[in-house]
């Protein structure tokens, strides 16, 4: 008779059971900077507004399964392009494994990136058993290393290539030029991941329908909606075709549509919070930029990337976390990473809370 461990090895691939879970520290009671979340709660009388949006919302019932009112709402606000597609998922994350799951011919198909970046791409892409291809960036300043990229993508033919602009961890930008190389070069799709663009004041959005393999996906979990898993992907009607062929019926739940609807209406407060993060932003890369043998990256996202001193960089993260801070240690994610820590911009208190909790870390 066959045991557990039996069946997992007959039915499930070897892939899946060597994939290593994606880690997420715990955060309860601590000042939390690891996330690149909005740090700011909604105001009372805007709180007050979302609770009256929360009690008309028909629990009993199944949201609307295309989510009509949402979509017609972001047509409108992102100024979409009426010949462009528009799908909404739970979260850039299930996009993410939309766009994989769609050209998963056997294990065929290739999924490439630049890394270190978001690192979702290559698991969703090894949850699936397809092949995923990184390209280092550019090591002296994360730069994206376009010959090496072209002769990539030359070589490998991905089916999908993920450009996330900025960058996580690396929070720059892809150059100007880039994109339009990589759209004509890349045989597949490619996917710009903008999910901190309110950051950085820029967005290729507008110029999707130049391209007919690009992609422009972006989400609400940034600018101060984390909670509701809010994502869209746009571009060719095509291929969004196949994606709203693979999603799930009812994948955005009334509250997330309902949430996401509140969130445009009352844009105007939460770009008033996006330029108070851009401009703490700039205000702690300088006072990081002061520290002895700390070297901090230009960003333009709502983190910060840091390098402490060499060989320092785990005893700094252990010294942060024991005085109740946590920020993301990035440093196993990819080696060029070494000794990094990824720094999300809180409020001013907790910001001041962490500049102190470092300097004594990197006085010890």
Known sequence: MMNTEDRIARFVPTWV????PYHIEHADGMVKLDAMENPYPMPPALRE????VVLRTELNRYPDPEARALSAALREHL???????????NGSDELIHLLCLAVARGREAVIMSPEPSFAVYRITAQSLGLKFV????ASSDFALDLPALLAAIERDQPALLFIASPNNPTANLIADGHLEALCQATPGVVVLDEAYYRFAGRT???EAARFDNLLVMQTFSKFGFAALRVGLVCGPKPWLDLLQRLRMPYNLSALSQAGALFAL??????????ATIVAAREDLRAALARLPGVAVYPSATNFLLARMPRGRGQRV????????VLVKNVAGAHAMLSDCLRISVGTQDENKTFLAA???ALGS
């Open 317 to 324: 993260f252990e010294s942060l976390r024991g005085a109740g």
């Open 17 to 20: 059971r060597e994939l290593a």
């Open 49 to 52: 507004q979302w609770s009256d």
């Open 79 to 89: 100024h979409i392009a009426p010949e462009l597609g528009l799908v909404l998922g």
């Open 358 to 360: 470092l300097s004594h």
């Open 134 to 137: 990184g390209v280092p960036l």
């Open 265 to 274: 209406e009352h844009m105007a407060h939460f770009e008033r919070q996006v």
């Open 204 to 206: 290729w959005l507008g």
